[in-house]
């Protein structure tokens, strides 16, 4: 029974001690949860207009990492469609902010 306990012990503090980092948003949760607040944030940066250069090319950066995440979730998911989909969305979202900072007079 100890041996058990102290095995156990062993691997949770591995587990803890080496957290893995994606380099995305920082974001808890299941991936349901994840991908809602990613869909949030991607709706709230699609809704803003008439942004200035500088704010556009820095949306460009946000929207694309955000972007990378939910295609990371949908990877991790490949049987969930809607997952599929909101990656594709993204994608498509960080591409059009991607030609309106590269067309932006600066």
Do not use: H, W
Request: charge should be negative.
């Amino acid at each position: 029974m100890n041996r058990l306990v102290l095995a156990s012990l062993a691997a949770s503090l591995i587990l803890l001690a080496c957290p893995k980092t994606t380099g995305g948003p920082n974001l808890g949760g299941s991936d349901d949860e994840k991908m809602d607040s990613l869909s949030a944030q991607l709706e709230e940066y699609r809704t803003k207009s008439n942004t200035e250069c500088g704010e556009t090319c820095e949306l460009k950066t946000r929207v694309c990492k955000l972007s990378d995440t939910a295609c990371e979730i949908a990877g991790r998911n490949a049987d969930r469609a809607e997952y599929q989909q909101r990656c594709v969305t993204s994608q498509e979202e960080c591409a059009r902010f991607n030609e309106s900072c590269s067309t932006c007079k600066k």
